[in-house]
T-cell receptor, first 114, second 111 residues
């Protein structure tokens, strides 16, 4: 049972570089999410996709873009990385977009921007 | 400012003790979830509560949703070292499955 798979697990970028974080789920879930986790801040929602073909902004979308490539895959792109984007990024999915469905999280991508 | 405040931030106790973790807000939530996260891993869902006053039990863990749906608590009875981790609460407003997370309570249970 793979669940939610994120790649890469670790990444170091220089300021101004770009990269795409990949996320794939094999549970046939409709909704997918990108969160970032910073010390003392909990998890903050960056972007989400309620269903295939739709995406929407969360709490902290600036500096990021997303693509819902198909039902399984939801990628997060940093166009010009900044040190403030140093964080742990988590992808999650849920069966439905109604609020009594829990999230299944991936194991995270640890990103450092120098 | 966090929509959900968790307390305490850190808790270090001996095996066998009981503890309670709190999750508070001035906002009303349509549902609330609790997760546990271990180092280097993503959060894992423990429970979802949706009705004001609801109580759910998961072995030695008891979860309660406040009557006004603004707060929640997690009580652990006879804590064990395996309970060590970061406990996160997350609340959703409205019907859509978009959750706001608290900053977490880091629990350490010493043998």
């Amino acid at each position: 049972n793979a669940g939610v798979t994120q790649t890469p697990k670790f990444q170091v970028l220089k300021t101004g570089q770009s990269m795409t974080l990949q996320c794939a789920q094999d549970m046939n879930h409709n909704s997918m999410y990108w969160y970032r986790q910073d010390p003392g801040m909990g998890l903050r929602l960056i972007y989400y996709s309620a269903s295939e073909g739709t995406t929407d902004k969360g709490e902290v979308p600036n500096g990021y873009n997303v693509s819902r490539l198909n039902k399984r895959e939801f990628s997060l792109r940093l166009e010009s990385a900044a040190p403030s984007q140093t964080s742990v990024y988590f992808c999650a999915s849920s069966e439905r977009s109604q609020n009594n469905y829990g999230y299944t999280f991936g194991s995270g991508t640890r990103l450092t921007v120098v | 400012t966090q929509l959900l405040e968790q307390s305490p931030q850190f808790l270090s106790i001996q095996e066998g003790e009981n503890l309670t973790v709190y999750c508070n807000s001035s906002s009303v939530f349509s549902s609330l979830q609790w997760y546990r996260q271990e180092p280097g891993e993503g959060p894992v869902l423990l429970v979802t509560v949706v009705t004001g006053g609801e109580v759910k039990k998961l072995k030695r863990l008891t979860f309660q949703f406040g009557d006004a749906r603004k707060d929640s608590s997690l009580h652990i009875t006879a804590a064990q070292p395996g309970d060590t981790g970061l406990y996160l609460c997350a609340g959703a407003r409205g019907n859509f499955n978009k959750f706001y997370f608290g900053s977490g309570t880091k629990l350490n249970v010493k043998p």
